[in-house]
C-alpha cells in the first residue's frame, strides 16, 4: 500500500475508543501499552503487511468474535514476538509471527 499511514493518529482513535469504552482490567500504564499493541495490529492491518493479519481477523470474526476480541488475540501474538525479541534477543521472524496467527484458536478467546 503507498498511503502514508501515522501511527500517531491510529493510537489517538484507539485511545479514545478505549476511552469512550474503556475495559474494567486495563487503566494507567496498562491502557498505553494496550493501546500499543492495538496499534502495531491496526497498522499492519491497514498497510496489509504482513498479509496474514488480515486473513487472520477475517478468519476469528468469521468464526465467531468480534473486531475488537479478534484485535486482542491477533494482539497476543505480536506482544509474544516483541518478548521473544526483547527478552531472548531473537531477531523478528515473519514466518513465525505469521504462523502464530494463524495458530489462534477462536475458542480460546471466546467469553
Not at 493501546?35 to 498497510?47: A, G, K, N, P
Not at 481477523?57 to 521473544?84: T, W
Amino acid at each position: 500500500m503507498t498511503e502514508s499511514i501515522d501511527q500517531d493518529t491510529i493510537a489517538a482513535e484507539i485511545m479514545a475508543e478505549h476511552k469512550r469504552v474503556p475495559h474494567a482490567d486495563v487503566a494507567g500504564p496498562e491502557l498505553h501499552l494496550h493501546v500499543t499493541l492495538h496499534t502495531v495490529v491496526e497498522t499492519q492491518l491497514r498497510s496489509g503487511e504482513p498479509a496474514e493479519t488480515q486473513k487472520t481477523l477475517d478468519r476469528l470474526m468469521r468464526e465467531g468474535l468480534d473486531r475488537h476480541r479478534a484485535i486482542h488475540a491477533m494482539c497476543s501474538v505480536a506482544s509474544a514476538e516483541f518478548m521473544r525479541v526483547m527478552r531472548d534477543k531473537q531477531i523478528f521472524d515473519g514466518q513465525r509471527y505469521a504462523a502464530a496467527l494463524e495458530a489462534l484458536k477462536v475458542d480460546d478467546w471466546l467469553e
